[in-house]
């Protein structure tokens, strides 16, 4: 679309405060920036961090605010500094994570660890996300889709696929490898892990069989409560709950010398625990956020696998229902936004 043939105003839903409803609105196209590109939106994914931001569980210091951090569109223009050719040419479908600025130059940028970098912006948070019909993004964190993929079945890959893999490197070559919470993350890892050769065993809400039958039919050799033992000790296990309590349970259920990876941007408070749960080199470790390295990673191995996304899908003015019923558990898989 050439520049001129944009339109003037676009849709948006607006995050205003915690405790105040999300809304459409209509807003300016926004233009593009120095580094930056435009890029039509084409579908959005939720994740829980959304639901994050929208309980004031993790901050939004200047709203309003556009959420919205798993987005699938295409290019249509670039700001100073960006050509729009290979990769960034107009017309080419792109992903844009949470993540979405570093300033390239503090030391854990240049030490390999970007998702670290104190001035670090993020999608969704400190920059308009994609629960709008048009959203700018840096041009060095927006990622090439594999063909493999139509844009809603893209959308969970760019958080809930790339934080999982990072949480899942982060297990080393654990084979028998635990869930915590059988959502967007869980059935795209369940696939991999599985590809991979390890063992899956999956944990669900109590009396959640919806999602236990789910992670059986995509391969979990297991599937139970959060609070039930599996029937072997794990080697290591990812929590993708925001649930403190579950950390105790997951070193309980882990052999000596195992991992337990913590998977979210905001959990609720670990209780305290003997020190015994711990001992024997148990550790407990946390992901924070992603590297593009990441995000290039798992677009490269997901054709492989091939990992299938299972997505229900709302239109913009339902990303509300969405969110509540991401809340309430009330489906498998992963929620989309089709724009």
């Not at 059986?216 to 072997?232: F, H, I, K, N, R």
């Not at 191995?301 to 019923?325: K, N, W």
Request: a negative charge.
């Amino acid at each position: 679309m050439a520049q001129s043939a944009l339109p003037d105003q676009m849709r948006a839903l607006l995050f205003e405060g915690v405790g105040r409803p999300l809304r459409v609105v209509q807003r300016p196209v926004p233009q593009p920036g120095p580094g930056q590109l435009l890029v039509r939106v084409q579908s959005c994914g939720v994740c829980r961090t959304d639901l994050h931001l929208l309980d004031g569980e993790v901050t939004i210091d200047s709203p309003p605010r556009v959420l919205g951090h798993q987005i699938i569109g295409t290019i249509v223009s670039a700001g100073e500094g960006v050509a729009l050719e290979g990769p960034h040419r107009e017309g080419a479908r792109v992903g844009i994570p949470w993540l979405g600025w570093t300033d390239g130059e503090c030391e854990y940028c240049l030490s390999g660890r970007e998702n670290l970098c104190p001035r670090a912006r993020f999608t969704g948070r400190d920059i308009d996300g994609g629960y709008a019909d048009y959203t700018v993004a840096d041009a060095r964190y927006c990622f090439s889709i594999p063909e493999l993929y139509e844009s809603l079945q893209a959308s969970p890959l760019m958080c809930a696929g790339v934080i999982g893999h990072r949480a899942l490197r982060m297990c080393g070559e654990a084979q028998r490898l635990g869930l915590y919470g059988f959502g967007a993350s869980a059935h795209i890892l369940t696939q991999v892990a599985r590809w991979q050769g390890r063992e899956v065993y999956a944990f669900t809400r109590e009396g959640d069989e919806a999602a236990q039958r789910f992670a059986l039919e995509l391969g979990a050799v297991w599937a139970g409560a959060s609070t039930e033992a599996p029937p072997q000790k794990l080697h290591a296990s990812i929590l993708l709950a925001p649930v403190g309590a579950l950390v105790p349970l997951a070193l309980k259920a882990t052999v000596p010398g195992g991992t337990v990876v913590c998977g979210g941007i905001h959990m609720s408070d670990i209780p305290s625990m003997p020190y015994e749960l711990l001992w024997e080199e148990r550790s407990v470790r946390s992901v924070a956020n992603l590297t593009r390295l990441d995000a290039e990673e798992l677009l490269a191995i997901a054709p492989q696998v091939p990992v299938h996304t299972r997505v229900s899908t709302y239109e913009l003015e339902q990303a509300p229902q969405a969110l509540e019923d991401l809340r309430a558990g009330r489906f498998t898989g992963a929620a989309v936004i089709v724009l």
